[in-house]
């Protein structure tokens, strides 16, 4: 739940509008931070807030983001979701082999 507020928080600070699905979709400066690899681009990002899928956040791949090296669809079932408001940023954090273990993705809108 605090995942889901986190993504409200972050959208009302930032005046993001929806689509008329409910979801968002804007451009976005990503921070990329693991043991296995960093990264900062900016990318297109799409966050689903209807449906089975509420919460889902996609990455477009660019650049260093690619699906080989990063993840970049999270979901409020494996990631945590926190929006830092000292900085206005939404934060997501995870754990898995592919990234070396913890990792955070930070984002903001461009």
């Known amino acids: 739940m605090e995942s889901h507020k986190a993504i409200h928080e972050f959208m009302k600070t930032h005046e993001i509008k929806a689509d008329s699905s409910g979801n968002l979709h804007f451009e976005a400066l990503a921070e990329y931070r693991s043991y ?3 990264a900062t681009e ?3 990002i799409k966050i689903i807030r209807s449906g089975y ?3 889902k ?3 477009d791949e660019t650049g260093d983001f690619s699906t080989n090296d990063y993840h970049l669809d999270f ?3 494996f990631q945590d979701y926190v929006f830092s408001e ?3 940023k939404l934060i997501i954090s995870g754990e898995s082999l592919k990234m070396g273990g ?3 993705v930070s984002i903001h809108p461009a």
């Open 102 to 104: 913890k990792y955070s």
């Open 75 to 77: 979901t409020t079932d």
């Open 57 to 59: 956040i996609s990455l």
């Open 42 to 44: 900016i990318t297109n």
């Open 36 to 38: 296995a690899c960093n």
């Open 86 to 88: 000292g900085d206005n």
């Open 53 to 55: 899928q509420d919460g």
